[in-house]
């Protein structure tokens, strides 16, 4: 099997440099022991299910061991970044995809996997592998295993408290919903804008939101030929929105962190939160008799198509320096077993990607059929973090100064397509 992918980009710049952390080395045990594989990942709220599914591999494997360790999403990239570029890190590693870590693919940080080592690459859609594949480098670095959709997360019991019998399917219904919400004495949205560390919630936020007002995969697929650019009205558009929608965040936003502005939906203290599906597992921690209900971002008018924003998310590679390749292979096939994949989506609430494996939550079946239905890239994952900076570089921090009133969403768009101008060559030279 041929795994490719069809981008056509330009060359991905160096990793950025980040500060000292304190990671431990890839090492091999001795001998008459058992060999310790070291696993990171960026899912703290998942530690129960990876050490759970650690034991039924150790269980049927008694010479290899796993120490599962989990960060802080928003942190984790730096730590990564950092290990592998002082020659140490984990010999697992939970992949970010497209360019959140293809720069350190491409500089050989990862083991090349062909259908030989792991022969679920074979059952894999083309789309779904471009995610876990370099960027100059187009080989196999990663084990897909989800899908990720973007929506909005809502409470059918405060919406009924407010007298709210229907999810709105404009956006101008949608800001007359959180209006009745408001008026009933109910917190909006959950959403914030957490300077320094709530970028990534923010550009998700307008991820979910935004495609309906630039056009989704038409206004994608130009900008990606570069036939049109961040600056367009319709791009302009999308961001005003949540500049629109920031002013129902709770008071003190700026200082609400993402895991505090995902509490305050869960516990029943806002009524909506806009963000991914993988939230879900989040909020039934927090509260397991949470009321929660979805559905996807509401459509810029009546009649404008509606969206939801999608992509390929996370896989599993193994460090190109680790000294336990064969037993790191077993534990990565293990991982790409359609019997773990089905126990992932069960209890993690994911959306799989590999065939065969059922979906058995009814709201993640919901989101699931609307992204088959209503799919569009997310932009800044997909099409524009390959090169430095990146959009999201840009975007994330642009995001908390638009909601403040720090900067125009014109601004933020011609900051934005200067940032991708600067590497992506179909943009070089467009304002």
């Not at 990607?353 to 209503?374: C, E, H, L, M, Y």
């Not at 638009?402 to 590497?423: E, F, I, N, P």
Request: aromatic share 12%.
């Amino acid at each position: 099997m041929k795994l490719t992918s069809r981008r056509t980009r330009g060359l991905v710049a160096a990793a950025f440099a980040v500060g000292s952390i304190v990671v431990p080395a890839v090492a091999a045990l001795p001998a008459n022991a058992a060999t310790e594989l070291t696993f990171w990942s960026w899912r703290p709220e998942d530690k129960a299910f990876y050490e759970k599914q650690i034991a039924i591999f150790e269980a049927t494997n008694s010479s290899i061991k796993i120490k599962f360790t989990p960060y802080v999403a928003t942190e984790y990239n730096a730590i990564v970044i950092t290990a592998l570029a002082a020659g140490k890190g984990p010999d697992i590693v939970q992949l970010r995809p497209y360019g959140g870590m293809s720069n350190l693919s491409d500089a050989g940080n990862f083991l090349p996997l062909t259908t030989k080592d792991v022969p679920a690459l074979a059952k894999l859609a083309p789309g779904i592998l471009a995610a876990a594949q370099g960027y100059t480098d187009k080989r196999q670095f990663g084990v897909p295993y989800a899908a990720s959709v973007m929506g909005v997360w809502y409470n059918p019991e405060l919406f009924a408290k407010a007298g709210i019998r229907q999810t709105p399917t404009t956006f101008d219904s949608f800001i007359n919903t959180l209006n009745r919400l408001k008026a009933a004495g109910i917190q909006p949205l959950a959403n914030s804008s957490g300077n320094p560390g709530n970028g990534p919630g923010l550009e998700q936020m307008h991820a979910t939101i935004s495609p309906t007002f630039y056009g989704g995969n038409t206004y994608f697929n130009d900008l990606v030929a570069g036939k049109t650019t961040f600056t367009n009205k319709a791009y302009v558009d999308g961001l005003e929105a949540v500049k629109t929608l920031s002013k129902y965040f709770p008071a003190g936003h700026e200082g609400i962190d993402y895991n505090t502005a995902r509490s305050l939906f869960a516990t029943g203290k806002a009524a909506i939160y806009i963000g991914g599906n993988y939230e879900l597992t989040y909020f039934k921690q927090i509260n397991p008799s949470a009321s929660i209900g979805w559905f996807q971002a509401p459509a810029k008018s009546a009649g404008s198509p509606k969206f939801v924003t999608a992509w390929g998310d996370g896989s599993y590679a193994i460090n190109a320096k680790t000294e336990n390749k064969a037993a790191s292979l077993k534990f990565l096939n293990f991982l790409a077993s359609k019997k773990y994949s089905q126990a992932q989506v069960d209890e993690t609430f994911i959306i799989p990607v590999a065939p065969g494996v059922k979906i058995t939550d009814p709201v993640v079946n919901k989101i699931n059929s609307a992204r088959a239905q209503f799919s569009t890239p997310f932009l800044n994952v997909v099409g524009f973090r390959f090169g430095t900076p990146t959009s999201s570089n840009i975007l994330q921090p642009g995001l908390q100064k638009l909601v403040s009133g720090g900067t125009t969403a014109a601004a933020l768009a011609k900051d934005t397509q200067a940032a991708v101008a600067s590497w992506y060559k179909p943009q070089a030279g467009k304002e």
